[in-house]
Antibody
Framework: QLQLQESGPGLVKPSETLSLTCTVS??????????WGWIRQPPGKGLEWIGS???????YYNASLKSRVTISADTSKNQFSLKLSSVTAADTAVFYC????????????????WGRGTLVTVSS | QSVLTQSPSVSGAPGQRVTISCTGS?????????VHWYQRLPGKAPKLLIFRNSNRPSGVPDRFSGSQSGTSASLAISGLQTEDEADYYCQTYDSGLSGWVFGGGTKLTVL
């Protein structure tokens, strides 16, 4: 059974770069068809899609975060990663990694499998 | 503010039927993009509940159903059970934002 697990520092200082990794077990990120994404939820707010990546490196990013976000994939480790630069307190959130089934019109994609999430706090 | 609007909370007694609404606009639900629903139980990973407006993944009981009309979508839960107590989120695509968007979430309390 495929599982996703987020990992990374739980505390990041303002202006620094937040780095998280999603490790996929029970299946390979490079089998194709699926995209792999990051979603976050600030305290008391709704979910926000951050970006998604295909194992080959093709990415889609949330336009509002694009200037600060980099998502990459490491097929040798079966992981994909998120880097969010120049963080502020507003970036404090629970971060989830998730899987998109691809194919068809990507505008109709959904997330069929999620990790449990990891809380990242931005504070000095 | 979330692009998709959901009531913050809804409640119902065991056995009852509740509906959770998700209101969007002409650039998302009204544009005809599929709506999907997720359930997040306390302390658990979000779970896909309904995909492409009205389809249930394998293992999701038929007590859960989705529909879409105009600029809104709805998730109906019939025969409420205590284990349905969770947060529910809708999701679709927004052409103005060129990305996938979510609702703010609805907390379901089973009385």
């Amino acid at each position: 059974q495929l599982q996703l697990q987020e990992s990374g520092p739980g505390l990041v200082k303002p202006s620094e770069t937040l780095s998280l990794t999603c490790t996929v077990s029970g299946g390979s990120i490079s089998t194709g068809f699926y995209y792999w994404g990051w979603i976050r939820q600030p305290p008391g707010k709704g979910l926000e899609w951050i970006g998604s990546i295909y194992y080959s490196g093709k990415t889609y990013y949330n336009a509002s975060l694009k200037s600060r976000v980099t998502i990459s994939a490491d097929t040798s480790k079966n992981q994909f990663s998120l880097k969010l630069s120049s963080v502020t307190a507003a970036d404090t959130a629970v971060f989830y990694c998730a899987r998109h089934p691809g194919g068809g019109d990507r505008r109709n994609w959904y997330f069929d499998l999620w990790g449990r999430g990891t809380l990242v706090t931005v504070s000095s | 503010q979330s692009v998709l609007t959901q009531s913050p909370s809804v409640s119902g007694a065991p056995g009852q039927r509740v509906t959770i609404s998700c209101t969007g606009s002409s650039s998302n639900i009204g544009a005809g993009y599929d709506v999907h629903w997720y359930q997040r139980l306390p302390g658990k990973a979000p779970k896909l509940l309904i995909f492409r407006n009205s389809n249930r993944p394998s293992g999701v009981p038929d007590r859960f159903s989705g529909s879409q009309s105009g600029t809104s979508a709805s998730l109906a839960i019939s025969g409420l059970q205590t284990e349905d107590e969770a947060d529910y989120y809708c999701q679709t695509y927004d052409s103005g934002l060129s990305g996938w968007v979510f609702g703010g979430g609805t907390k379901l309390t089973v009385l």
